[in-house]
């Protein structure tokens, strides 16, 4: 059965894949690379230090994307366990240990203008009770789920 549009006509299948022109020119690589912005960029350099041919494909202008607007340079994402130790961070002194955690110091910070030390880190359920309070529940009925076992 043959599928109708609207004004009663034969309706035009989807492609069945996009129509691309044909490549212009061939090239053989060990690795192509997709974009050339500091992730593009840092795979390429890194793979080509490895003895790899790479090709590095992008779209339009190589410095299109993001890379280029980042004026505060591109910071790495570090995970909890790296970030305090890098470097840049010590000499920062962007962490302070506190009961043994690792908690990030104030910020922003000027050298005339003393900062308050961070807090500790609290406990679970150190404050459970002051904050079902805050939340509008009763001294009596904060009392009647600790005696419940309910808050522990
Ligand atoms: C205004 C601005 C300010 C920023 N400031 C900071 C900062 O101070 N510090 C910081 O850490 N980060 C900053 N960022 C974020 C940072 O720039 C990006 O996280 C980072 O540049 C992303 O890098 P990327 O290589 O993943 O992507 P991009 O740099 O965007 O690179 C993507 C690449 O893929 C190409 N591409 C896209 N589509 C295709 C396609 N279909 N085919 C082929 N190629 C394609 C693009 O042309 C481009 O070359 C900022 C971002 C912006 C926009």
Redesign the pocket.
Same mark, same amino acid.
Do not use: M
């Given at each position: 059965m043959e599928a109708l549009g609207d004004a009663g006509q034969p309706r035009c299948p989807p492609p069945r894949r996009l129509a691309a022109p044909e490549p212009g020119w061939v090239e053989s690589t060990d690795v192509v690379v997709? +974009?050339? +912005?500091?992730? +593009?960029?840092t795979v390429a350099l890194n793979l080509r230090e490895s003895g790899l041919h790479v090709t590095v494909?992008?779209?339009?202008?190589?410095a299109? +994307?993001?890379?280029?607007?980042?004026?505060?340079?591109?910071?790495p994402v570090l995970d909890p366990i790296e970030a305090p130790s890098h470097p840049h961070n010590v000499a920062r002194a962007t962490f302070r240990e506190i009961r043994g955690v690792p908690q990030p110091a104030p910020a922003p910070r000027f050298s005339g203008t003393p900062l308050p030390e961070p807090a500790p880190p609290e406990h679970a359920g150190e404050r459970a009770t002051h904050v079902l309070e805050e939340w509008g529940l009763s001294h009596d009925e904060v009392a009647g789920l600790v005696d419940a076992d309910v808050l522990v």
């Open positions: 997709v +974009g050339s +912005g500091i992730a +593009g960029l494909v992008t779209k339009v202008n190589i299109d +994307g993001s890379t280029r607007w980042a004026q505060g340079g591109i910071a």
